[in-house]
């Protein structure tokens, strides 16, 4: 699933090379990094043996880099093409013949490593087309292909029989017919503008291009204006001919080329539809269709710019703005109408298993402690990048952590490496065991690693800011393949080349590279914001030309010509998602440090202060508008206008408690830092008794920024970070207090600032035991010799 709509990426020109290696030298220099000559002749820049490693003593550290060296010359290219190359050989959907197969291949693989390996069975909801079409019945005739035709130089498009043909999974049955109108890519505000047109939808069907927020949105907000049907077309503005050569000459998306998707509406809750809350096993209760909420109310199907070409052009009305237009070479009007359209849509809404691959490598001193890492198996068609290109990598990680054990070595906390199913639906296969094994995961989950698609370019990277300085210290000890700098560094300087100002900034003078946080669309939800469990999402990207996402192109064909080559960013990821896995897994104390929390919370209340700020002049002057026009249309009595209705003005907010939990958040972080610092100085491990009670502390922090649930999403607890109720895959940071204000849920602002509080002031409490504890394990112990 990864991305909301697909990036058009591309390699930056030889002169932004050049800038961008003039920017990390110098970026190095000041640092006082080693190894920048070896860099300029192509030789890789190792990291500096002497740089700390978070949660470890000194000696510890050493040893760890070593287990990292052996770590790495246990990765194969070589074996990581031939898995994508399997993997990738015929379809595989949630619940295909393919799907099982590659089930059972992957267990055997993670066997073969040395993992303790089961597979676990779920029955979730998930229908497939019966019936599919759509024509334009006015002002002239046509019938929409529906179709991906074969390609000779793509050797598995051509098999149709096992393909899943485009469609929208959860997209409720209908017949209906109705004047078409333009909604640009469908998300509220869109709606807001086209009122401020006179256009209303209401009886419409509505066509809305890919992009500016999650599929599954477009219907959504399609249908609360009252639309009866919705179609999604991807424009080429967006990954087609306007970025670059369309496939099979160039990677990016051809007029035929369909992106497949689900449009549940996961912001209420991921996972099968019918068993909310609980796993999908057997004896779960299931819940009948019609009170299955996260189903679409009207039938939504997505389509080709080939199909979406005549409709468009037989549309009339009033131009779109200019921001609205996409790149075919037809004028963009918004209608309703003439265009007329038939949609008919029947599914057979059956009930499959999502087939998890859970394997295990037992920790040998803390094995109640488990690193969670996961890559979904499942795709839309044959899925070379999206998921296998990122599976692939993981695979790579276990085989060379298997090796390790049959070595000799044993991690020091449990390994849990997962291969979901069910994923492209709508993250089923880890909802599912995440709900099933809650309990458990609540009382054991150090962190949770995901990895999705992954291709050539820059490291991207999101997750829990308690993890920020591990990630940090991953990116400064991995070497970007290409660039032969670290991966840390090569991020930075394409940060001040190609962010806005506030990033180029941030760039320039923090010493740490920001995270990003974590909305939705994949596997890492389940984990971070229904149970709180510290997570991150990492691969790479951005030089790719990746304009087949979830269509029958993202092949193997089209993965070894215009994603990653040489397998070269396989290894990287491998090499990065490795270190995170084995410095979580081996550290003295969890590698967790809240100074940087603190900081992008404090960043996040400045946000949402500012945007009440926002809405409360914005909303003054719509109204002034409104009335103006009001006034203006009463003279000219042959314009017909239905004025929207004033908004209600915004009231102001106390953030105080916010603010004053933040306060405490700051020296509790503090605190802890200090007996981090004097621990690590002391340079004596930690025993692992005295480990386990720290360490117990520090896995409540994440579960501590939980509550009851947010507003009508009760499913997602996290009161820092949930997927936008309006974005889908986009994060809202401080969601229930800044979703209050978006959505003008004024009455509720002032509750959800008071939960948050709540939860920061619990964090803190658990912060400061931990930094006492820290303190007291380490002065019981003698003094380094």
């Known amino acids: 699933m990864s991305r909301g709509a697909p990036r058009a990426s591309r390699r930056p020109a030889p002169v932004v090379f050049v800038l961008i290696l003039a920017l990390i030298v110098a970026a190095s220099l000041a640092a006082g990094a080693a190894g920048l000559a070896a860099a300029a002749e192509g030789a890789p820049a190792a990291a500096s043996s002497a740089a700390p490693l978070i949660g470890f003593s000194d000696a510890r550290a050493a040893e760890e880099r070593a287990l990292e060296a052996r770590f790495d010359a246990g990765l194969s290219p070589g074996e990581i093409r031939g898995w994508l190359k399997r993997l990738s050989a015929r379809p595989h959907h949630l619940g295909s013949p393919y799907d099982r197969d590659n089930a059972e291949y992957l267990a055997g693989l993670f066997r073969s490593f040395g993992f303790e390996t089961r597979i676990e069975e779920f029955g979730v909801l998930f229908p497939t087309p019966v019936e599919r079409r759509l024509e334009l019945v006015a002002p002239v005739r046509f019938t929409a292909s529906l179709a991906e035709p074969p390609l000779p130089e793509d050797a598995t498009s051509g098999q149709t029989a096992e393909q899943l043909p485009p469609y929208n999974a959860y997209s409720i049955d209908g017949d209906v017919t109705g004047d078409l109108v333009y909604v640009n890519y469908g998300v509220p505000a869109d709606y807001d503008e086209l009122a401020l047109r006179g256009i209303d939808v209401k009886g419409k069907i509505v066509i809305a291009r890919y992009g ?310 994949s596997d890492y939800t389940p984990f971070l914001q229904h149970l709180g469990i510290a997570s991150l999402n990492l691969g790479y990207g951005g030089e790719g030309e990746y304009g087949q996402y979830h269509s029958a192109y993202d092949s193997f064909d089209h993965f070894i010509r215009f994603m990653d080559p040489q397998d070269e960013y396989a290894v990287a990821l491998a090499q990065t998602g490795g270190r995170v896995v084995l410095r979580l897994a081996e550290a003295d104390v969890l590698p967790f440090d809240f100074t940087r929390f603190e900081s992008t919370v404090a960043r996040y209340l400045k946000e949402v202060a500012e945007l009440a700020d926002k809405q409360r002049q914005e909303t003054e002057e719509r109204n002034q508008a409104i009335a103006a026009k009001v006034y203006e249309k009463a003279q000219s009595p042959y314009q017909a206008w239905v004025a929207p209705p004033p908004q209600e003005p915004v009231p102001h907010f106390n953030f105080a408690p916010l603010q004053n939990a933040l306060d405490r958040v700051k020296k509790s972080a503090e605190a802890y830092q200090k007996a981090a610092d004097a621990y690590a100085a002391a340079g004596v491990p930690l025993p692992a008794a005295a480990a386990r009670g720290v360490d117990a502390l520090l896995m409540r922090t994440e579960r501590d920024l939980t509550g009851k649930g947010l507003p009508r999403r009760p499913w997602f607890v996290h009161q820092i970070y949930a997927p936008g109720f309006y974005t889908g895959y986009g994060v809202k940071t401080l969601p229930g207090v800044r979703e209050g204000i978006e959505q003008r849920h004024y009455g509720e602002v002032e509750e959800q600032v008071e939960a948050t509080a709540r939860a920061l002031t619990d964090f803190a409490a658990d912060v400061e035991r931990a930094a006492a504890a820290l303190s007291a394990a380490r002065a019981a112990q003698p003094a380094a010799q």
């Open 212 to 521: 500016g927020s999650w599929r599954g949105i477009k219907p959504k907000v399609a249908a609360e204006h009252g639309a009866i049907g919705c179609i999604i077309y991807s424009d080429p503005h967006e990954d087609g001919y306007f970025a670059g050569d369309v496939y099979p000459k160039g990677g990016f998306r051809s007029d035929r080329s369909v992106q497949r998707g689900s449009v549940a509406d996961m912001p209420l809750y991921p996972g099968d539809p019918l068993t909310p809350g609980v796993g999908a096993t057997p004896e779960a209760k299931r819940l009948p269709l019609s009170e299955a909420a996260t189903l679409t109310r009207i039938p939504v199907l997505p389509i080709s710019y080939g199909d979406a070409l005549p409709l468009l052009r037989a549309m009339a009305g009033p131009m779109a703005p200019p921001e609205w237009r996409g790149a075919l070479a037809i004028p963009y009007h918004l209608g309703p109408g003439p265009a007329r359209v038939h949609l008919k849509l029947r599914f057979d809404w059956k009930q499959v298993p999502a087939r998890d691959v859970i394997a295990r490598l037992p920790g040998a001193e803390l094995p109640d402690e488990w690193v969670v890492r996961g890559n979904h198996h499942d795709a839309w068609v044959n899925g070379a990048t999206d998921p296998l290109s990122g599976l692939t990598a993981e695979l790579a990680e276990a085989r060379s952590l298997g090796a390790l054990v049959k070595s000799g070595w044993r991690p020091r906390r449990t390994l849990a490496y997962a291969a979901w199913d069910g994923e492209e639906p709508g993250l089923l296969g880890s909802t599912e065991w995440v709900e099933t094994h809650a309990a458990e995961l609540r009382a054991k989950a150090v962190a949770y690693v995901n990895s999705d698609t992954n291709s050539r370019g820059f490291l991207e990277m999101g997750g829990s800011h308690t993890l920020a300085r591990l990630m940090n210290q991953v990116a400064r000890d991995v070497i970007d393949p290409e660039k032969k700098v670290s991966v840390g560094e090569r991020l930075r300087a394409a940060r001040q080349l190609q962010g806005d100002a506030a990033a180029r900034r941030e760039a320039r003078t923090e010493s740490e590279l920001r995270l990003a946080a974590l909305g939705s669309g």
